[in-house]
């Protein structure tokens, strides 16, 4: 297990990472998420020990760490610009780390094997790097970690410079791969869907702090706060201001929330967070809220929709299925139903309420 205990990392004034408590279980995958600097990778320079913490201590299996260089460490790193090396064939750099580590002949060609033909890197083996395109490069890089056995994996948005069915195979494929290994799995990327995608558990990182860290779905579902929620939806969350007196509720920016939504809240000013997917045309269900807004612009992607409006001031995007012709300033009227809204105080804290199931 990897401990992190009120982790913080400065450099001069600027606080790169801050109180960052965490434990990853052996086993077990690991999203960080997070917008560029967030402080994703420093982050896993601290785990690795390629830095030092400036506060807090790291334990590895109840050992301290912290401070330990990462040449003392069973650490393995894949970053988004690939590092190969150059005067090594494709098979020798994947072979690399097992010879280092004096492993027999026959047990480094089983492993080189068996990486190449998850990385689809079989016709390469004999090639240098420089005679690669930049996925072989990066697969070449993935390869290696792989077959190192390491304790600790770290991938600082690895997939991002490959083709999109590859990277589709491999999160499907990596989270298997690394739990079946016993090591623990550390992923970051800034992109929810992939997230997502890879499952395990998430820590959401903002301004350097863990802002929630749970499994994936419960994260994404429950997000603890507007920042979170903020981090974990894509496209952007649409939040809209909303105030509750004497049980009634009053919107604006074009807002209209059904008689008794306000049933359980306190008095007071809130903000409502509707996801893009959950914006719909065309429905008159009485018990759901509706959103006036204008069309800014749209785009077709396949077999999507993406609509961005003027709700009364606020920038909005909505998702819907198909092809959908909108003009510009066109007015629209999107319908939600309440299960699919977030309700958030006006410090941004998540609040519970009777009358709303599990935002999904």
Same mark, same amino acid.
């Given at each position: 297990m990897l401990q992190l205990e009120k982790?913080?990392?400065?450099? /001069?004034?600027?606080?790169?990472?801050?109180?960052?408590?965490?434990r990853l279980e052996r086993g077990s995958l690991n999203v960080l998420l997070g917008p560029t600097l967030s402080g994703k990778t420093t982050l896993m320079r601290l785990m690795a020990g390629l830095d030092r913490p400036t506060e807090g201590r790291i334990l590895m299996d109840g050992q301290d760490v912290t401070g330990v260089p990462v040449a003392k460490r069973n650490v393995a790193m894949v970053y988004q610009q690939f590092i190969n090396y150059p005067a090594m064939t494709v098979r020798e750099n994947i072979a690399s780390p097992l010879r280092v580590a004096g492993k027999p002949s026959a047990k480094i060609e089983e492993a080189v094997a068996r990486a190449a033909k998850l990385m689809k890197l079989e016709p390469y083996l004999d090639r240098?790097?420089?005679?690669?395109?930049? /996925?072989?490069?990066?697969r070449t890089a993935l390869a290696r970690a792989i077959v190192k056995g390491a304790d600790l994996v770290l991938l600082d948005e690895p997939l991002a410079n490959l083709d999109y069915k590859l990277r589709e195979e491999l999160r499907e494929e990596l989270p298997r791969i690394f739990a079946a290994s016993g090591a623990i799995f550390v992923y970051a990327t800034t992109e929810p869907t992939e997230?997502?995608?890879?499952g395990g558990n998430t820590a959401t990182l903002r301004e350097g702090r863990i802002t929630q860290f749970g499994p994936t779905p419960a994260v994404y579902r429950t997000p603890a706060d507007l920042a979170t929620a903020r981090i974990v939806s894509d496209p952007p969350l649409n939040v809209l201001p909303f105030e509750v007196q004497n049980g009634g509720v009053t919107g604006s920016n074009g807002l209209t929330l059904p008689q008794g939504f306000g049933t359980g809240l306190a008095p007071g000013r809130y903000q409502l967070g509707i996801r893009a997917h959950k914006l719909r045309?065309?429905?008159?269900?009485?018990?759901?809220?509706?959103?006036a807004a204008a069309v800014l612009t749209s785009e077709v992607t396949g077999s999507q929709t993406f609509v961005h409006a003027d709700g009364g001031g606020a920038r909005l995007v909505a998702l819907l299925p198909g092809v959908r012709r909108v003009e510009r300033g066109e007015a629209l009227r999107f319908t939600f139903d309440l299960a699919s809204l977030l309700v958030f105080d006006a410090d941004g804290r998540r609040v519970d309420h009777s009358t709303l199931p599990l935002a999904a």
């Open positions: 982790v913080g990392k400065t450099v /001069g004034r600027d606080v790169h990472v801050a109180d960052v408590d965490l240098t790097p420089l005679n690669l395109s930049g /996925g072989q490069q990066q997230a997502l995608l890879l045309l065309g429905d008159t269900e009485p018990a759901a809220g509706t959103l």
